[in-house]
Antibody
Framework: EVQLVESGGGFVQPGRSLKLSCATSGFTFSDYAMAWVRQIPKKGLEWVAT????????YYRDSVKGRFTISRDNAKSTLYLQMDSLRSEDPATYYC?????????WGQGVMVTVSS | EIVLSQSPTTITASPGEKVTITCRASSSISYIYWYQQKPGASPTPWIY???KLASGVPNRFSGSGSGTSYSLTINTMETEDAATYYCQHWSGTPWTFGGGTKLGLK
């Protein structure tokens, strides 16, 4: 059974950093590109970042470029999102997703709150 | 950036009724993907490559469309279909989602 389990969310002040992790199991992690998608409370979904299967390629939405870094450890089957310089527009539930036929598996999500 | 506009934003349907949700793209796209989300849960893949049903999706659902206009249809509404549905494209980054259509039970 494919499982994606996020951790690392929480409350942080504007300008500070947070690192999300996504532990995966049930599939060969190194075969798949992975992504983070966020959902602003009671609003829609927003793609954040993608990383290729081997980590050689990374892609970001403009609003997080230069602030967020997606990475992976294929030996640990774990995906990461380093979020620096957090802003008031970043609070959301962040989902770890696998790229198969679309975003074909999602984690349960982790909440990030940014407030002074 | 390709903008996806879903209509209606909210809809209610009675069991047995036919339901159609539309997703319009600001530029031509190759395929559309649909996700179902129920309250308190993560989105679930529902339809991929415009018309292919994800694993476990009942065949009362169908997807169609091309270019800038796509749709998700439920042939006969069932109570379990009440949820929010989002469309999403893969035609170049940023990959964007529609704003969602909330389907309720009448």
């Amino acid at each position: 059974e494919v499982q994606l389990v996020e951790s690392g969310g929480g409350f942080v002040q504007p300008g500070r950093s947070l690192k999300l992790s996504c532990a995966t199991s049930g599939f060969t992690f190194s075969d798949y590109a992975m992504a983070w998608v966020r959902q602003i409370p009671k609003k829609g979904l927003e793609w954040v970042a993608t990383i290729s299967f081997d980590g050689s390629g990374t892609y970001y939405r403009d609003s997080v470029k230069g602030r967020f870094t997606i990475s992976r450890d294929n030996a640990k089957s774990t995906l990461y999102l380093q979020m620096d310089s957090l802003r008031s527009e970043d609070p959301a539930t962040y989902y770890c997703t696998r790229l198969g036929a679309g975003f074909d598996y999602w984690g349960q999500g982790v909440m990030v709150t940014v407030s002074s | 950036e390709i903008v996806l506009s879903q209509s209606p934003t909210t809809i209610t349907a009675s069991p047995g009724e036919k339901v159609t949700i539309t997703c319009r793209a600001s530029s031509s796209i190759s395929y559309i993907y649909w996700y179902q989300q129920k309250p308190g849960a993560s989105p679930t893949p529902w339809i991929y490559d415009t018309s292919k049903l994800a694993s476990g999706v009942p065949n009362r659902f169908s997807g169609s469309g091309s270019g800038t206009s796509y749709s998700l249809t439920i042939n006969t509404m069932e109570t379990e279909d009440a949820a929010t549905y989002y469309c999403q494209h893969w035609s170049g980054t940023p990959w964007t989602f529609g704003g969602g259509t909330k389907l309720g039970l009448k």
